[in-house]
């Protein structure tokens, strides 16, 4: 260990919003991706829900590299440059994919090509920033401290997405209710948010990097082993198996309404972009207050052990299933259900629920004998990734398909979302298995 009061704590309070900070950056740019580009391409431009669900589990695909870009990290013992280089990564496949979709309506083969480019670069830029940022957290962070910093740097994420989704929606309001769609506004808008939140992460990671992990403990302090030998070590741990099933199932649930969310909106409430843009901004909103009450409540920011955070887990997770309920009857309902405060609690139970989760993987990530932190960190956020990939795939494929038998909107939407609630059920009861203590000779750590 570095010497020194500091030293003796790890990273400071400081330290850890300036990696939240890196977090916001990469959530606001995502979501341009995720949610803002969804919208258009299914919308304005007339597309199969299809295709941007199969650009966004393609960048999915591609995070699937996130062991060995944790693996990069740890192996040269610097996060920052992995950190740096993945925020311009990110930032410049998202200006690709803005540029194709404004494309789709006059070379539509050329631009989808260019699209996929894209979402290549966003998924890598992902994978190779964030992973990195959460190894760094999990690495130079006290453990008393681990569970509160992961909920101060997400909460930090997620009022990102809040801001860059309300500021993108606010300034691709048309300023007349009759005023058309403008591509050239939504690649000023969108380019905006992609080149602030580069320099946002540049000026973030300035001397933020110790030049030794302070809680790196002897035995990590070995060799890297190679990536396959690493991998070989987290399978070979029950703690970190269950836990990966606990991911998938949690986030495949969390992420089957990403896609469908604003399309839902302007397909059965008839909103306008911007409008739908803000409703996704009110989600997130929701999220935010979720985490904080979760932080704040639970033993987050306590600062105790992990696995006392399992009843936020299993509230935030039953949570959500109910509000996916509400919204299962508002696609039959449509206009005149309180359709805001739905997304809202949706967003509110799944704060609840992610905080949590997340707080206690990095409680786990540093828990492990021999593998360090970014290999670790990069299998439950591959895990995660496929998750994602997959949920929303299949809310987008299950959305066409539906509609196509059914001839109705609201049915097809009533379908996916009472899928989504019945899976955060499963969730709620994997978490209960995934979360339970046991002691071992020197700690407590997963069962």
């Given at each position: 260990?570095?010497?020194?009061?500091?030293s003796?704590?790890?990273l400071?309070?400081?330290a850890?919003?300036r990696?939240?900070?890196?977090?916001?950056?990469?959530?606001?740019?995502v979501?341009l991706?995720?949610?803002l580009?969804n919208?258009v391409?299914?919308?304005?431009?007339s597309?199969?829900?299809?295709i941007?669900?199969g650009?966004?589990a393609w960048h999915?695909?591609?995070q699937?590299?996130r062991?060995?870009?944790?693996?990069?990290?740890?192996k040269?013992?610097?996060?920052?440059p992995?950190?740096?280089g993945?925020?311009i990564?990110?930032?410049?496949?998202a200006?690709?994919a803005?540029n194709a979709t404004v494309?789709?309506?006059?070379?539509?083969?050329?631009?989808?090509?260019l699209?996929i480019?894209?979402?290549?670069l966003?998924?890598?830029g992902?994978?190779?920033?964030?992973?990195s940022a959460?190894?760094?957290?999990?690495?130079?962070?006290a453990p008393?401290?681990r569970a509160?910093?992961?909920a101060?740097t997400?909460i930090m994420?997620v009022?990102?997405?809040v801001?860059?989704a309300a500021t993108?929606?606010t300034?691709?309001?048309p300023?007349f209710?009759d005023?058309?769609?403008?591509?050239?506004?939504?690649v000023?808008?969108a380019?905006?948010?992609?080149?602030?939140a580069v320099?946002?992460?540049?000026?973030?990671v300035?001397?933020?990097?110790?030049?030794?992990?302070?809680?790196?403990?002897?035995?990590?302090?070995?060799p890297t082993?190679d990536?396959r030998?690493?991998?070989?070590?987290?399978?070979?741990e029950?703690?970190?198996?269950?836990?990966?099933?606990f991911?998938?199932?949690?986030?495949?649930?969390y992420s089957m309404?990403?896609?469908?969310l604003e399309p839902?909106a302007?397909?059965?409430?008839d909103?306008?972009?911007?409008a739908s843009?803000q409703?996704?901004?009110?989600?997130?909103?929701?999220?935010?207050?979720?985490?904080?009450?979760?932080?704040?409540?639970?033993?987050?920011?306590?600062?105790?052990m992990p696995?006392?955070l399992?009843i936020?887990?299993?509230t935030?997770?039953?949570g959500?299933?109910?509000?996916?309920?509400g919204?299962a009857?508002?696609?039959?309902?449509g206009p005149?259900?309180p359709?805001?405060?739905?997304?809202?609690?949706l967003g509110?139970?799944?704060?609840?629920?992610?905080?949590?989760a997340i707080?206690?993987?990095?409680?786990?990530a540093g828990?492990?004998e021999k593998t360090?932190?970014?290999v670790?960190?990069?299998v439950?956020?591959a895990?995660q990734?496929i998750?994602?990939g997959l949920?929303g795939?299949?809310?987008a494929l299950?959305?066409?398909?539906?509609?196509?038998?059914?001839?109705?909107?609201?049915?097809?939407?009533q379908?996916?979302?009472a899928?989504?609630?019945?899976?955060f059920?499963?969730a709620a009861?994997?978490a209960l298995r995934?979360?339970?203590?046991?002691?071992?000779?020197?700690?407590q750590v997963?069962?």
């Amino acid at each position: 260990m570095d010497g020194g009061a500091s030293s003796a704590r790890g990273l400071s309070w400081f330290a850890i919003a300036r990696i939240g900070v890196v977090q916001a950056s990469i959530g606001a740019i995502v979501m341009l991706a995720t949610s803002l580009l969804n919208r258009v391409m299914v919308v304005e431009y007339s597309l199969s829900a299809a295709i941007p669900a199969g650009l966004v589990a393609w960048h999915y695909a591609v995070q699937l590299g996130r062991p060995l870009f944790g693996h990069g990290s740890d192996k040269g013992r610097k996060r920052t440059p992995w950190i740096l280089g993945g925020i311009i990564v990110l930032a410049a496949g998202a200006m690709l994919a803005i540029n194709a979709t404004v494309m789709m309506d006059s070379n539509r083969g050329f631009a989808i090509g260019l699209a996929i480019l894209g979402f290549t670069l966003i998924g890598a830029g992902v994978g190779a920033s964030g992973t990195s940022a959460l190894a760094l957290l999990a690495s130079g962070v006290a453990p008393g401290r681990r569970a509160a910093a992961a909920a101060t740097t997400w909460i930090m994420m997620v009022a990102g997405i809040v801001i860059s989704a309300a500021t993108a929606g606010t300034l691709l309001k048309p300023a007349f209710p009759d005023e058309p769609f403008s591509p050239d506004r939504l690649v000023s808008v969108a380019s905006g948010v992609a080149i602030a939140a580069v320099i946002a992460t540049a000026l973030a990671v300035i001397r933020l990097e110790p030049a030794r992990q302070t809680f790196a403990e002897t035995v990590k302090d070995e060799p890297t082993p190679d990536f396959r030998a690493a991998l070989a070590e987290i399978y070979a741990e029950p703690a970190a198996r269950r836990f990966t099933v606990f991911i998938f199932v949690s986030m495949l649930a969390y992420s089957m309404q990403d896609l469908i969310l604003e399309p839902f909106a302007g397909l059965v409430f008839d909103m306008s972009p911007g409008a739908s843009t803000q409703l996704s901004s009110m989600q997130h909103g929701g999220v935010l207050l979720g985490m904080i009450l979760a932080g704040i409540g639970g033993s987050a920011f306590a600062g105790r052990m992990p696995v006392d955070l399992k009843i936020w887990i299993v509230t935030g997770c039953i949570g959500s299933a109910i509000a996916l309920a509400g919204l299962a009857m508002a696609a039959v309902y449509g206009p005149g259900w309180p359709l805001a405060a739905n997304v809202f609690a949706l967003g509110f139970c799944n704060g609840v629920f992610a905080v949590a989760a997340i707080g206690a993987m990095m409680g786990l990530a540093g828990s492990g004998e021999k593998t360090r932190e970014g290999v670790r960190m990069g299998v439950w956020g591959a895990s995660q990734a496929i998750a994602f990939g997959l949920g929303g795939l299949l809310g987008a494929l299950g959305v066409d398909f539906a509609r196509r038998a059914n001839q109705g909107d609201g049915d097809a939407f009533q379908l996916i979302f009472a899928l989504e609630a019945g899976l955060f059920i499963i969730a709620a009861g994997l978490a209960l298995r995934a979360t339970r203590r046991i002691h071992s000779s020197q700690k407590q750590v997963f069962a």
